[in-house]
């Protein structure tokens, strides 16, 4: 331990002993509204399985504050010395068991490398990467404006001229931070990706008013050459009648996945945040959660799902361990689905608690409203399929989708209880009725199930 450094993290822990601040509940307050929303984009690009986390830390001021008002682990405490430029990103760290693991077992590698235009300075600060991904850490400094009023439009990854990653909001934007009076933002991007190259270019863009700067590091890195350690499990259980089995987990440093299989006689259909109240609790009351909107299919049409945690415990050894369920996003199957004919204006099938009503087709174009209160999941169409199986995408804006059956649609709020949907009709023939599949709804089912992991 460095006696210097161990000093001076004491002396600034007792300097402000008497702040109370809930670092912890402001810090994750501010991930959950952004992972939120990150969501409910990826929703809106056709229900991408983007996998990503995102934490934040809103000033210089309570980044101080964090990191002297919890508990400094000598470990820790000696690798934060030893790490140019690592004071930037204690708080992402600390807020995070996994990656705080990571960086005492020398997995953090830094990268410290800036650019600068029009007085915004992103900075690379460094990166944690095994064989299934890797956590960037970057930071966001101005010199004269307030770092709250730029806004994220994209995050990438590339090698050359080919994408390795993509995080883009096409023709939205979310804020950096809700917090004024800042000129610093510190932030982490999550990526999953077993065929990243270790020469990459990290780029970001940042709306500063009507301007978007565009800022793109090049870099290089090692991934570490560690194994995942799989426990395997394959114990199934009933939740309202449905069979889930718990096959297996997958423990990587930067990530812990669950896998579940569904049975494919169950009579509900598992909806797209199915498992956001998944846990995993262990001997000394420790708890592992899912992270919320990131559960997924491997295989669309297969049965098998991947529900990532928020932290992962690779380098914990919990002796025993279980997991519990929670709510689960499900729906029966036979009401999972709308159908439309066109050609007599009306809802055919619907959902026996439907929230669609004010059906119209008019100048070749189909709309109808959904109920959307604060309270209802997010409910979202990316497709549609005739009555002969063909598929459509409903293009709502962004890039172009590769198939030619699109038709162009919008979805607004039109107030604080609903939300319209309105598409163009297929120019090409089609047959009625139009079949809407129901991929997120206010529905879940729950029993008081614990499954023994170790």
Known sequence: MFKEEENKLEKRKNAIDQVKIPADKLHFAVRQGFEKAKNERALKRNIIRKRSTWSIVVAVILLITFVTSITVSPVFASKVALIPGMDKIVALIKQDRGLTAEIENDFYQPINLSQEKNGITVTLDGVIADKKGMVIFYSVHTN?????????????????????????????VLPLTERKDSQFFSSTEHIESSKLEEELSWAIGLKNGEKIEHFKIPFSYKKMDVESKNIVVNKEVTIDGQRIKVKELIVDPIRTVVRLEENPHNSKKLLARAFDELELKDDLGRTWSALPGNSYKPLLNGDVWDVPLKES??????????????????????????????ESKAFLKQPSESLFFNLKVENEKVSFTIEADNNNDFVYFPRFTDATGRDFIIYYKGLFPSTANYVRGSLVQVSNEEMKLEFDLPWEKFTNPLRFELDSYPSWIEDDVKVDIK
């Open 144 to 172: 004269q404006m307030d770092v709250g009023s730029l806004e994220l439009k994209y995050i990438q990854l590339w090698t050359g001229m080919n994408s390795r990653y993509r995080f883009d909001l096409n023709d939205s």
């Open 313 to 342: 415990f690779y380098f914990y050894e919990p002796n025993k361990l279980s997991l519990t369920f929670g709510k689960i996003a499900a729906m029966d199957k036979d009401q999972a689905y709308i159908l439309i004919d066109t």
